[in-house]
């Protein structure tokens, strides 16, 4: 047969190479039907410690299986464990899907970097930590982690410690605008207010240091210490307060608190100003008119910004327009 002369072959000819399957290759998964739910409570060099169906008396060391690939598994998701899941010693379980998340506390290094880290992921609020005195509050702290959770589905909650230094009026004041709940401890009493408010639920922790907020989750988690060393006991020798990790609350209706002690500052890089005031429901649908890239700070800044018009017609007050423009501020600004 003269070369090129392909009409005289036929399926006889076709040559298969040995060694090669004629299967087409497929990115379908296994379904793993037979796996167990847990809750991430905490990360260390490449293994997750997790809490089987959340419960803090079944704890199981895991790692990333190979189909996941590099897909983010912070403290705070539920997954999907298959494998050994038993938690005894020298076990090792899979992590073999992350569910979606209902909230995730994010940040980056500040607000030039391109990159943002999901610190926390399904907590249901966000106790921001700050002190009355020594050292005093920090605004733009508070403001940015207030920008925070807007954008990332958390509700903030300001707690102010050490009321026995000083007044928290004048703060909470300042934060009226917003209808930002806020709990009150002093140093000589127990936070029982506060123990009310975390039961049953999520919660991620913020704070500078100083502000007293290892006090309230020692009183909060009295076996605090002893809870986060055997969450971290896979990277023996290693200090085990630089990363977030989840602890049961002794609580009647149970509850979680994620202590995030690498958290000092918010970069807001990933945040637009859309972001924000779309988490307020009475100037949402008049952002909308705004000019394309309206920034929604008011004059001079942006003159034809739609949000006025909202106050103008009585259907919010300007105080808390003030305080949305205020945190809108705080996100153009540098990270504190």
């Known amino acids: 047969m003269a070369r090129g002369d392909w009409s005289r072959l036929d399926e006889s000819d076709v040559r298969v190479r040995p060694g090669k399957g004629t299967r087409p290759r497929t990115k379908r998964r296994p379904e793993h039907a037979d796996a167990v ?49 038993s938690g005894l010693p020298d076990t090792l379980a899979r992590i073999v899907r992350v569910d979606e998340r209902s909230s995730v506390l994010r940040r980056t290094a500040d607000d030039t970097d391109p990159y943002e880290r999901v610190v926390v992921a399904n907590a249901a609020q966000l106790l921001i930590v700050t002190s009355l005195a020594d050292p005093p509050p920090r605004a733009g702290f508070i403001d940015r982690c207030l920008v925070a959770c807007y954008a990332g589905g958390l ?85 085990t307060s630089v990363a977030a990790v989840a602890l049961p609350l002794p609580l009647a209706g149970g509850g979680w608190v994620i202590d995030t002690p690498g958290v000092r500052s918010f970069g807001l890089a990933h945040v637009t100003a859309d972001d924000i005031v779309n988490a307020f429901e009475e100037f949402a649908e008049a952002a909308e008119e705004c000019p394309t890239n309206c920034g929604h700070l008011g004059p001079p800044e942006d003159p034809n910004c739609a949000l006025d018009a909202v106050v103008t017609e009585g259907r919010a007050s300007a105080e808390r327009l003030t305080s949305l423009r205020r945190l809108l501020v705080s996100r153009a600004g540098g990270a504190e």
């Open 37 to 85: 739910t847990a809750m991430v409570i905490g990360k260390d060099r490449g293994r997750w410690t997790c809490a089987v169906n959340a419960d803090p008396d079944r704890v199981v060391t895991a790692m990333r299986a190979r189909e996941m690939g590099r897909v983010s598994v912070v403290v705070g998701d539920m997954v999907a464990l298959v494998g050994d899941v």
């Open 155 to 239: 509700e903030p909650v300001l707690c102010l410690t050490k009321a026995d230094l000083a007044s928290p009026d004048e703060l909470l004041a300042s934060y009226a605008g917003l209808d930002v709940p806020a709990v009150v401890t002093r140093h000589d009493e127990k936070p029982e207010g506060l123990a009310e408010r975390l039961e049953g639920r999520v919660t991620a922790l913020v704070g500078h240091s100083g502000v007293g907020k290892s006090t309230l989750v020692n009183r909060l988690v009295p076996d605090a210490s002893l809870a986060t060393g055997v969450v971290s006991a896979v990277g023996k020798g290693r200090h």
